[in-house]
């Protein structure tokens, strides 16, 4: 079969590999110059490479360590103790052991303890989902960990992930988050590891890309689909100019070029540039149920603005943020991670935010970022100043974080959609997982099932 895969993130990329090494003809369509979607790199400077946006990796990842494993990588993982620490009531707290817990001041010691025994039965009990799914976080932390858990740590958390929605996310988004991620066993229970890939994710881009292009299909950079037409029993892509990501996400926006026909179409995008590239027919045969469901999952924008400094901003890899007067949610120190000299001596502190569209930060360049972030980043290190910022980049993705509220998995469409030979895999059905690079690869298996 003649196949198209749209989005060259891991998914896509995923999907497509399988289905080249399966004998398919495979075209990838990426609107971004570059691969990796979420996951993709920038280039930095003196040769190195940084992801825009954040990433590692925990243990209990087993479908993207296998893939490495499977295209001959299983080296480039490099496995590093993990520091985290919690900033709330104007200081910060370490979160490294277990003991760190214990000595939190914010939770009074019976809250501490309380907290502390519901995440452990749940991580170490809990192995049925479906009671978390019909409750929302709030009321299950309020009855198993107490009032304070919520008001002092979960409640800062999630509202610096969902803003106005954290009172309704859904328990079984943080079960996952506790149980399925968390689930550390060893040496790993008195201090975290996480990995991260020895020259950044995108030697594991090129080898996608290459098993691709090797089994004799294409991968097309700059190049995004603008429409998804019926053509008879197939599809056709009509595929955008060079250049059109400069105009944005939205396909409608994008100039078509000459179609191209295929027997079946994965489209990896976000569910509302989906529903944009089909023409009104193939809409029609979609169906206003299934894209019902695609469209009432609401998506918040990840915000991202990565610092070089001419020096170390904490002592920690990962700061999460519960202090509700600054402007971030998450200050998360590379370098502090994997250590400075592998970048030369340069040191990379993300700051990181979750959004709701038309949020005025969006709209905020660089330099304009940073201004409004100084008075915040001075609460976490009264001692920083400008002049420790070599570079500033900003990076936006409007589709990063799907809001899990009670009901999701009852929501969610399914990857097969009603018009034959097309296929939906995208973020919102990474579920009851948070999105991520090992749940991509998974996904990306699951969506190369579904097409043939």
């Given at each position: 079969?003649?196949?198209?895969?749209?989005?060259?993130?891991?998914?896509?990329?995923?999907?497509?590999?399988?289905?080249?090494r399966a004998g398919?003809?495979?075209?990838?369509?990426?609107?971004?110059?570059?691969?990796?979607?979420?996951?993709?790199?920038?280039?930095?400077?003196?040769?190195?490479?940084?992801?825009?946006?954040?990433?590692?990796?925990?243990?209990?990842?087993?479908?993207?360590?296998?893939?490495?494993?499977?295209?001959?990588?299983?080296?480039?993982?490099?496995?590093?103790?993990?520091?985290?620490?919690?900033?709330?009531?104007?200081?910060?707290?370490?979160?490294?052991?277990?003991?760190?817990?214990?000595?939190?001041?914010?939770?009074?010691?019976?809250?501490?303890?309380?907290?502390?025994?519901?995440?452990?039965?749940?991580?170490?009990?809990?192995?049925?989902?479906?009671?978390?799914?019909?409750?929302?976080?709030?009321?299950?932390?309020?009855?198993?960990?107490?009032?304070?858990?919520?008001?002092?740590?979960w409640g800062p958390?999630?509202?610096?992930?969902?803003?106005?929605?954290?009172?309704?996310?859904?328990?079984?988004?943080?079960?996952?988050?506790?149980?399925?991620?968390?689930?550390?066993?060893?040496?790993?229970?008195?201090?975290?590891?996480?990995?991260?890939?020895?020259?950044?994710?995108?030697?594991?881009?090129?080898?996608?890309?290459?098993?691709?292009?090797?089994?004799?299909?294409?991968?097309?950079?700059?190049?995004?689909?603008?429409?998804?037409?019926?053509?008879?029993?197939?599809?056709?892509?009509?595929?955008?100019?060079?250049?059109?990501?400069?105009?944005?996400?939205?396909?409608?926006?994008?100039?078509?070029?000459?179609?191209?026909?295929?027997?079946?179409?994965?489209?990896?995008?976000?569910?509302?540039?989906?529903?944009?590239?089909?023409?009104?027919?193939?809409?029609?045969?979609?169906?206003?149920?299934?894209?019902?469901?695609?469209?009432?999952?609401?998506?918040?924008?990840?915000?991202?603005?990565?610092?070089?400094?001419?020096?170390?901003?904490?002592?920690?890899?990962?700061?999460?943020?519960?202090?509700?007067?600054?402007?971030?949610?998450?200050?998360?120190?590379?370098?502090?991670?994997?250590?400075?000299?592998?970048?030369?001596?340069?040191?990379?502190?993300?700051?990181?935010?979750?959004?709701?569209?038309?949020?005025?930060?969006?709209?905020?360049?660089?330099?304009?970022?940073?201004?409004?972030?100084?008075?915040?980043?001075?609460?976490?290190?009264?001692?920083?100043?400008?002049?420790?910022?070599?570079?500033?980049?900003?990076?936006?993705?409007?589709?990063?974080?799907?809001?899990v509220t009670v009901?999701?998995?009852?929501?969610?469409?399914?990857?097969?959609?009603?018009?034959?030979?097309?296929?939906?895999?995208?973020?919102?059905?990474?579920?009851?997982?948070?999105?991520?690079?090992?749940?991509?690869?998974?996904?990306?298996?699951?969506?190369?099932?579904?097409?043939?």
């Amino acid at each position: 079969m003649r196949i198209a895969v749209l989005g060259a993130g891991v998914c896509g990329l995923v999907a497509a590999h399988r289905l080249a090494r399966a004998g398919h003809a495979v075209d990838v369509y990426e609107r971004w110059p570059g691969l990796g979607g979420q996951a993709a790199t920038l280039d930095v400077g003196d040769g190195h490479r940084l992801e825009r946006y954040y990433h590692h990796l925990f243990t209990s990842d087993r479908h993207i360590a296998a893939l490495f494993e499977e295209l001959g990588m299983a080296d480039a993982i490099e496995w590093r103790p993990s520091s985290v620490a919690f900033f709330a009531r104007g200081a910060l707290h370490p979160f490294v052991t277990p003991l760190d817990l214990l000595r939190f001041r914010p939770l009074s010691p019976l809250a501490r303890v309380r907290m502390g025994a519901a995440v452990l039965a749940l991580q170490r009990f809990a192995s049925d989902r479906e009671p978390y799914e019909r409750t929302t976080a709030r009321a299950w932390i309020e009855r198993r960990m107490g009032r304070q858990a919520w008001e002092e740590v979960w409640g800062p958390l999630l509202r610096g992930k969902f803003g106005e929605r954290a009172d309704s996310i859904a328990m079984v988004w943080l079960w996952s988050k506790l149980r399925l991620r968390r689930s550390v066993k060893g040496e790993d229970v008195r201090r975290e590891r996480l990995g991260y890939p020895r020259d950044s994710w995108e030697p594991l881009f090129a080898a996608l890309a290459g098993s691709v292009t090797a089994a004799g299909g294409r991968v097309l950079t700059d190049r995004p689909a603008a429409r998804v037409v019926r053509a008879g029993a197939g599809l056709v892509v009509c595929p955008g100019a060079h250049g059109s990501y400069r105009l944005g996400h939205d396909p409608r926006a994008f100039a078509a070029g000459p179609a191209e026909r295929y027997d079946r179409v994965l489209a990896t995008v976000p569910s509302d540039v989906f529903e944009r590239l089909l023409d009104p027919a193939l809409a029609a045969e979609v169906g206003e149920e299934y894209l019902a469901r695609a469209r009432g999952i609401e998506y918040f924008a990840a915000l991202c603005l990565l610092l070089e400094l001419d020096r170390r901003f904490s002592p920690y890899y990962w700061t999460n943020v519960a202090d509700r007067g600054l402007p971030f949610v998450g200050l998360i120190e590379h370098t502090n991670f994997v250590e400075s000299e592998r970048y030369g001596g340069r040191h990379f502190l993300y700051v990181a935010n979750y959004l709701p569209r038309g949020h005025a930060l969006l709209g905020l360049d660089a330099e304009a970022l940073l201004e409004r972030y100084q008075p915040g980043l001075r609460a976490v290190n009264p001692a920083f100043a400008r002049d420790w910022v070599v570079r500033a980049w900003r990076h936006v993705e409007p589709a990063a974080q799907p809001i899990v509220t009670v009901g999701y998995g009852d929501r969610m469409p399914p990857l097969r959609t009603p018009a034959a030979g097309l296929v939906l895999a995208n973020t919102t059905q990474v579920y009851p997982e948070d999105r991520g690079t090992n749940y991509a690869v998974r996904l990306g298996d699951e969506a190369a099932r579904a097409v043939v």
